[in-house]
Every structure is written in structure tokens, then in C-alpha cells.
Nanobody
């Protein structure tokens, strides 16, 4: 499975961005695609995931500001970021879990896309 994240950029605080993650190669073996982020000098943080069966889960800190979606059962996954704050600055990654593996074992990773929020 290959993943390609895109859509990052520079945005003012309070603004929005939509990140995209294109999955390819063996996508029928995907169990879930998750979004993560890593702020400067901080550990990588789980944002949420979409199961290929349809369910979507979020980390508690999201609190309705971020929304994950998938395109009608296709291979594109999106992360809508709203009301962005300076602390949302970081590199955002998408990653995939393969079917019949532990549900938190994200084996496949995209290259990351940088989101910079100016205050």
C-alpha cells in the first residue's frame, strides 16, 4: 500500500485546510486509514481514523474541529481542519493498517504534509 498526503500550507489562525490522502496498491487489504500529526519537538499524535467498513473515530482533543471523510468507498481519505490554531502547526501524516493485523499497527505511511498556522 502506498499513501500520498497533500494539501498542507500556510494559513492564518481561525482558517481552514483540507488535507488529502491518496491510497494506492493493494487497497483492498486496508483495514483503516488514520491521520496523525507531529508538532515541532513533540511526539507524533493520533488524530483519528476511518475504517474501510465506514466507521470513523477521533482522538478526544479534536472536539469537532477536524473531520475525516472518505470518498464514497474509494481510495481518497480527507482531513478537514477548521478553526485552526497555532498549536495545530506540524507535519500531518496519513497511515494505513492492513487487514488481519493489530488494529493499531500502522504499517504504511505517507510522506507527510506541512501545516503552518500563523497567529
Amino acid at each position: 500500500v502506498q499513501l500520498q498526503a497533500s494539501g498542507g500550507g500556510l494559513v492564518h489562525a481561525g482558517g481552514s485546510l483540507r488535507l488529502s490522502c491518496a491510497a494506492s496498491g493493494g487497497t483492498s487489504n486496508i483495514y483503516a486509514v488514520g491521520w496523525f500529526r507531529q508538532a515541532p519537538e513533540k511526539e507524533r499524535e493520533f488524530i483519528g481514523r476511518v475504517l474501510w467498513g465506514g466507521k470513523i473515530d477521533y482522538a478526544d482533543f479534536v472536539k469537532g474541529r477536524f473531520t475525516i471523510s472518505r470518498d464514497n468507498g474509494g481510495n481518497m481519505v480527507y482531513l478537514q481542519l477548521n478553526n485552526l490554531k497555532s498549536e495545530d502547526t506540524g507535519v500531518y501524516y496519513c497511515a494505513a493498517v492492513r487487514r488481519f493485523t493489530p488494529v493499531d499497527q500502522y504499517r504504511y505511511w505517507g510522506q507527510g504534509t506541512l501545516v503552518t498556522v500563523s497567529s
